[in-house]
């Protein structure tokens, strides 16, 4: 194969059309959708916004579907870093990928209008997984709601999945699993058996040194999960991880009044081996968290349509949070470029500073 | 006696049991109850007995989020037999609701049906529950609630996904 996916290539270089932000107005972003929609939905959006929005070829799942990313990306000639985040890694867990499509569309749509998003932009690329578990899925909507692996075939296709939070190559197989097939924990044949592993794998291994954060979206419970799952021992930036995620939650919380735990999986959960928030970190990204959305078990996986919205609006806020954190951090002092007028002012700032010094 | 963290996993897991529980001996058409918070949590090691905790925790209605009831409970998970439940000692703070009106409307609704009742998928896919179906998933909370309390261990926390089916017989 010379080129992997033409079809892509030529989704990419479709030259742009106008310069108005457009999100597809008859998607209804308070509904759950099945994934033939969400792939209609992508296209549209990278059409509908192509100077910020490309979509890319991630890899394909077992049953040889198509995993696509958008990557949200400000036209500038910076290097940026980035900020990643995946959504439907646990097929039951529709909450999940209707919050990747609600936060790319809050994005786009106030891009313009936000001077927050626009500074963080600036300097971050921001690249949006909707749905990882695409097979896994598509078999909750279509046969099994409550269905969490993917669904690659063992044992002669006598049994199917493998956890692919179990899969991961972050003390792959230890604490937290199951060897048995049947099991909704089965952590497969071997740390990354899975394609869809695999194809996470690959582009966050190639991309690891730009990338400065790692949220995965999961449901339920309500918590903001910190490293490690498969060991107690607190990860070597563990007090910085705790504030900003505690940051997090009070933001979250002030939306709608929803309350969120914060610290590590091992001590707020249970152990567990082979999660990609795990190995996220161990590679060395230094903000990883895992999202458990709403609620806490009244109506947890089958969560009522009528919540996705609110939601959606308190995660926003408390991922907004982490990545404003992550933009001050590590371009601390950016001057938003702005009108004239707030330019003035924090040259004026500036001024008043160096006097008092000397 | 060990004080734990109320957010870990260990006493969330016991205040599970205890409201798992609770449903069951409380549970009725018009009322059941999920776990809110845990207060507060302690470990007492009995030898030869097994592990108790001593719990305080808050449990809200599940029809209506905004009703919540303090709880204070000891669940012995006993040691090495795996095959007898744990024992359950809870005390609720103030009175619960009444609700022999919801009861009775519900008992002479099913009275009044033609066909026995007969339904799947509660809540449906989309979290979806009717009106009529409330009763019956309260219902279910009392029934889970004694499956729970039946077959949890120190290291499992259990929680009612969905009603697959529901016949009446």
Known sequence: ?358 | MAELPPTHGPASRAAALATAYISHRHGSPGHSWVLRNVRRARREDIDEMGHKYHLEFVLEDIFEKDSTVNCTAEVLYHLGNKKSAPDVQFTIEGELKNTDEADNAFYNRIQSLKKELEAENIPDSHGNVSPEMQPIRALAWAAAGYVIWQNSTENTKYQLAQIKHVKQV
């Open chain 1, 1 to 358: 194969i010379l080129i992997h996916d033409v079809q892509e290539l030529v989704d990419q270089s479709t030259p742009e059309t106008s310069n108005q932000k457009q999100i597809p107005e008859s998607y209804d972003y308070t509904q759950y959708h099945p994934m033939e929609e969400i792939y209609t939905w992508m296209a549209q959006i990278q059409k509908n916004n192509s100077e910020l929005v490309t979509q890319h070829y991630l890899g394909e799942t077992v049953e040889n579907r198509t995993i696509y990313y958008l990557q949200i990306s400000q036209p500038s000639d910076k290097t940026k870093k980035i900020i990643w985040m995946d959504c439907g890694i646990h097929a039951r867990e529709w909450i999940s990928p209707a919050f990747c499509q609600w936060f790319v569309k809050e994005i786009l749509q106030n891009y313009e209008s936000d001077p927050k998003i626009r500074k963080f932009l600036q300097n971050l690329d921001l690249y949006i997984l909707p749905v990882l578990n695409i097979d896994g899925y598509i078999y909750s909507w279509e046969t099994a709601r409550l269905w969490r692996k993917n669904r690659s075939p063992h044992m002669n296709g006598t049994c199917y999945g493998t956890d692919l939070n179990r899969n991961f190559n972050s003390s792959w197989g230890t604490l937290g699993v199951s060897y048995n097939c049947s099991s909704e924990i089965f952590c497969g044949t071997g740390p990354e058996s899975e394609p869809e592993t695999r194809a996470v794998v690959q582009l966050i291994e190639r991309k690891k040194s730009d990338i400065l954060c790692f949220l995965t979206i999961h449901s339920y419970g309500q918590y903001i999960l910190t490293p490690y799952g498969s060991t107690t021992e607190p990860p070597s930036n563990n007090e910085e991880l705790m504030h900003v995620a505690q940051t997090a939650a009070a933001a979250l919380t002030e939306k709608h009044g929803t309350s969120y735990e914060v610290g590590s999986t091992s001590l707020i959960l249970y152990s567990n081996s082979g999660s990609s928030r795990d190995w996220a970190h161990m590679i060395g990204i230094p903000f990883s968290y895992t999202f458990e959305l709403r609620d806490k078990g009244t109506y947890g996986f089958v969560l009522p349509a009528d919540q996705i919205q609110p939601t959606c609006e308190e995660t926003m806020l408390a991922v907004t949070t982490i990545i404003d954190y992550v933009d001050q951090k590590y371009f601390p002092g950016g001057a938003l470029m702005l009108t004239s007028g707030s330019l003035g002012l924090s040259l004026c700032l500036t001024a008043v500073l160096t006097l008092i010094v000397t």
